[in-house]
Structure formats: structure tokens, C-alpha cells
């Protein structure tokens, strides 16, 4: 009896013990799998790595490009175009934040793109009324010899030996006529042809004379100062220093600026994606006649570099945005270039030669 009960007690006591070990197990390995896990299980899911986790878009500086000119930094929120410098004033387009520009928008683009639809680049060298041509040379030829003034804009009377220029001082500092390189041709679109002095030789620039029949006078209808200005045909001219930044000028029967576009290419090393690019900026027309100006939008504004010195608003465009806008003023630059040959003379092809 007494042994009976003693196994009886040792089967309660095994019985309870094993109850109290399958407890602590389980708690132990729900604890184990809801509070601790382990250190490398949790960060994998919480930060994962640096490495992975970060993409290069989220590394990369602000506006970064993929590849020089093309359109993955378009900047589209206005704070960020800001933090570009696009949006503010800057005294020079020498002055522009080349290294971190931003590239405009497609709806901005295609109104860029409409004004310049609006424009004519190409312009023929009109020759006029031929049958004045006689009349006309031997007027101007007393002016190239000394025989006959103009009058300037200012009123005042001048032998062509005695021209001077504001920027140049004396234009021809040693005159003759047989040096100089001369254009013929209807360059205001009046019937009549007029003479074009280029002395950009002496880097002073073209001076083009308007002979006045009615009464007996040469005028000097307009001065072109600079090396890098041409003549594109009549009421057109261009100025090109080697292609860097071009600006097509188109005048009025009287030599005065009716409107100007002007492009910019820009070649540099850029520090921020260490390669180097081309910047290809378009400004927007710019129309002297307060009437035809073009309303700048604050949309517009705020993705332009403005120049102050020449209140030309700018804007980044891609290289084939920036030849697409660009595709006649080539073709029209490149036909100038052959034409001009036609109009062109020296003092003794101009007068020795009969109409």
C-alpha cells in the first residue's frame, strides 16, 4: 500500500514537472520570435543598406543629368528652378550658373518654340532698280573720293576721310578707297540700291550709305560697329563670333532695330557631374516696339536666366530642342554666306563695272 502511493506521488510530481517545462518553451520561443528576433534580421528590414536601399537618384546632387543635355533634370516646381539660379537677374549671360542650369519645361518649350515658328531668318540681297546703278556709283563714287559729304544722323557734314566712331575713334586712319571692301545693293528694300563700306579689317565695323536723290545727298543710314557682324540681305543683319552666340537682327527702312533673337552655346568643364557639356540656351525674341513685345508669364519667368544688360530672357533647352528652334537660322545663315558673294566688290569691280 505504502508503495503504491509512493509511485503515485512520483507520477503527480513527473507529471507536473513536464506541464511546467512545455509552458517555459513556449514562452521562450515566442519570445525569441516577437521581441529579440536577432540584430541582423532587423536591420535588414528597417534600413536594409546603404547601398541598396539608396538609389542614385535620391544620392545624386539637385538637377544632376544622366548624360550632358538631356531632359532627366527638368526642374518642374519653382522652388527647385530657383535653387538653380533660374528665375533671378544676372548683370551678363557671363554671369549665368552654367555648372547647375535647368532645363525648361515642354509647355514653356512649345511656346518658345511658337515665336519662333513667327520668325523669317532668310532675307535676300534685293539688287533694287538696276537702272539706277550708273546714277547711283558716281554719287558714291565722289563720296570714297573725297568729293562729296554725307551727313550723319546727327545732322552734321562729313568727308568720308574725316569719319570717326564713337567706339573706334578715327575709323580709317590712313583713308583709301582701293583697301576697303565694299557691298551694292538694295539693303532697305526702297528700290534703290545703297553702299556698304566694310571695314572690319580695321575692326571698326560696316557703314552703309543711302544716296538721296531729291536732294543731291548721301546720307549715312546706318553704322554696324564690330568685328563679328554680317550682313544677312536686306534689313538683316547677324552677329556670330564663331558660332558661340549668335543674334539675327532685323531692321527697319530707317537702320533701326525692329527685333533680335539671340542663341548661346557654351562649352565648359562642368565641376558638378565632372564631365564636360554644352549649355544650348534660346532667348525669347526680344521686339524693340513696346506694342509687339512678348508677355513673359510667371511660368516663363521663372525658368529663364535673365540678362539685365540686354533684357534678353533665356532659356535651357536641349541640344535637339535647340537645333529644332534653330533648323531655318542655319539654313538661312548658310545661303547669306553664298549670296553675300554676289554683291560684293572691290573699289575697281564696283566702278569699272557697267549696268
Known amino acids: 500500500m505504502k508503495k503504491t502511493i509512493l509511485i503515485l ?77 533660374a528665375g533671378q537677374e544676372y548683370d551678363s549671360f557671363f554671369d549665368f550658373p552654367y555648372d547647375n542650369m535647368s532645363f525648361i519645361n515642354d509647355s514653356v518649350y512649345e511656346s518658345l518654340k511658337e515665336e519662333y515658328s513667327k520668325i523669317n531668318f532668310y532675307s535676300e540681297f534685293n539688287p533694287g532698280d538696276l537702272e539706277l546703278y550708273d546714277l547711283y556709283k558716281e554719287k558714291f563714287k565722289q563720296l570714297l573720293d573725297n568729293e562729296k559729304v554725307f551727313i550723319d544722323k546727327m545732322g552734321d557734314r562729313y568727308f568720308i576721310s574725316e569719319l570717326s ?14 583697301n576697303l571692301d565694299y557691298y551694292f545693293f538694295d539693303i532697305d528694300e526702297d528700290g534703290s540700291p545703297e553702299l556698304t563700306i566694310d571695314n572690319r579689317r580695321a575692326t571698326t565695323g560696316l557703314y552703309i550709305f543711302k544716296f538721296m536723290p531729291e536732294a543731291d545727298e548721301i546720307l549715312l543710314w546706318d553704322v554696324i560697329e564690330g568685328t563679328w557682324l554680317f550682313l544677312w540681305g536686306s534689313k538683316t543683319i547677324c552677329y556670330n563670333h564663331e ?31 565632372s564631365q564636360a557639356e554644352v549649355v544650348y540656351l534660346a532667348a525669347m525674341p526680344k521686339y524693340m516696339d513696346i506694342d509687339k513685345q512678348i508677355e513673359i508669364t510667371e511660368e516663363m519667368r521663372n525658368q529663364s536666366y535673365i540678362d539685365k544688360g540686354w533684357e534678353f530672357y533665356y532659356f535651357r533647352v536641349t541640344e535637339e530642342q535647340y537645333y529644332d528652334l534653330t533648323d531655318d537660322y542655319y539654313k538661312a545663315e548658310k545661303l547669306a554666306n553664298e549670296n553675300i558673294n554676289k554683291v560684293s566688290y572691290s573699289y575697281d569691280d564696283l566702278f569699272n563695272e557697267s549696268y
Open 165 to 178: 566712331s564713337p567706339t573706334y575713334q578715327k575709323v580709317f586712319d590712313d583713308y583709301n578707297s582701293q
Open 243 to 273: 558660332g558661340i552666340r549668335p543674334m539675327f537682327y532685323k531692321l527697319d527702312e530707317n537702320g533701326e532695330t525692329e527685333f533680335i533673337v539671340s542663341l548661346l552655346q557654351r562649352e565648359d568643364f562642368n565641376q558638378r557631374i
Open 9 to 85: 506521488i512520483i507520477a503527480i510530481i513527473f507529471a507536473t514537472l513536464l506541464s511546467g517545462l512545455h509552458r517555459y518553451t513556449l514562452t521562450k520561443e515566442q519570445s525569441e520570435n516577437t521581441v529579440t528576433v536577432s540584430p541582423v534580421a532587423a536591420t535588414a528590414t528597417v534600413t536594409i543598406s546603404p547601398v541598396t536601399s539608396v538609389t542614385p537618384t535620391a544620392t545624386a546632387a539637385p538637377f544632376a543629368s544622366a548624360s550632358p543635355n538631356t531632359k532627366s533634370d527638368i526642374i518642374e516646381d519653382n522652388d527647385m528652378a530657383t535653387m538653380s539660379g
